[in-house]
């Protein structure tokens, strides 16, 4: 810190100074200080990506300032317009900030070579998808590629991969179609290797269980529906975020099989 200070002492105008100053300084928990010489550091040159991306932060993080961090995040991606990882930090900010699901997939689907370099990006374009209805768009992405476990991101894979079949199974019952139904709740609940993650054996799939008693139904299959719809309904517990969570939205079909019950 003494020394990036002496530094500034003697070359005020050193952007970079200011810069690393404030990296050091943010890392220090002097947050207020950091964005002070980030600022300057861009005011003395406005051509530094990096800086304008770390000003994003602070501003949305530290200041709680919404659209100081959007105009900081801009310049960010429009001087450095092939970095992945800046371009997944600003649809991150972009979902924070209550940006329209519709304008983060246009954007997305825009920049499709940056989204291929990234699991993360990759899966929130298919979740993207899947809110608009394009299921299909989606479980092909998520088929395209290996995955490789990340922290943070346990679960999300998998999540995106099961919304999907959930989804085209939907249609398929929509259109009085069990066995294609059922061909996509079966490969729900056995995801491919290539996701890099499987089910937990304390994780809840009422939700599962519950589309795949309607299909059986639909198909003819009374006793399979019926125990599996009870799995379903009888269900407590959901594994989620590293620990077992009593009540989940798992807990949502459970409950919608027994008012179906009348209990």
């Known amino acids: 810190m003494l020394l990036f200070e002496e530094v500034i002492r003697r070359h005020p105008d ?8 404030g990296n050091f300084l943010y890392d220090r928990k002097r947050h207020q200080e950091a964005i002070t010489h980030w600022e300057r550091s861009v005011e003395l040159d406005p051509a530094f990506p990096t800086a304008w991306r770390n000003l994003g932060f602070g501003y949305f993080n530290i200041l709680h300032a919404t659209d100081k961090a959007i105009d900081a995040f801009r310049p960010a991606r429009e001087l450095s317009p092939d970095d992945a990882r800046i371009l997944y930090e600003y649809d991150q900010l972009l979902k924070r900030t209550g940006e329209s699901p519709d304008s983060r997939l246009m954007q997305l689907q825009e920049h499709a070579e940056l989204v291929s370099l990234r699991d993360d990006l990759s899966i929130e374009l298919a979740s993207l998808l899947n809110s608009a209805t394009m299921p299909r768009a989606a479980l092909d992405l998520l088929l395209s590629r290996r995955f490789q476990p990340w922290e943070g991101g346990e679960g999300q894979v998998l999540a995106q991969y099961v919304r999907s079949h959930i989804l085209l199974a939907q249609v398929a019952l929509s259109d009085h179609d069990a066995a294609i139904a059922l061909e996509h709740l079966n490969a729900a609940n056995n995801p491919p290797e290539s996701l890099s993650e499987t089910r937990h054996l304390l994780q809840n799939r009422s939700l599962i269980d519950y589309w795949l008693g309607k299909s059986l139904k639909l198909n003819g299959d009374l006793h399979a529906a019926i125990k599996v719809l009870e799995r379903a309904a009888r269900s407590i517990g959901d594994f989620q975020q590293m620990q077992v969570q009593e009540v989940s ?7 919608r099989l027994w008012r179906s019950w009348g209990d």
Do not use: V
Not at 14 to 21: G, Q, V
Not at 249 to 255: C, G, R
């Open 249 to 255: 939205d798992m807990t949502y079909w459970s409950a």
């Open 14 to 21: 050193d952007a970079r100074a200011h810069y690393y100053l």
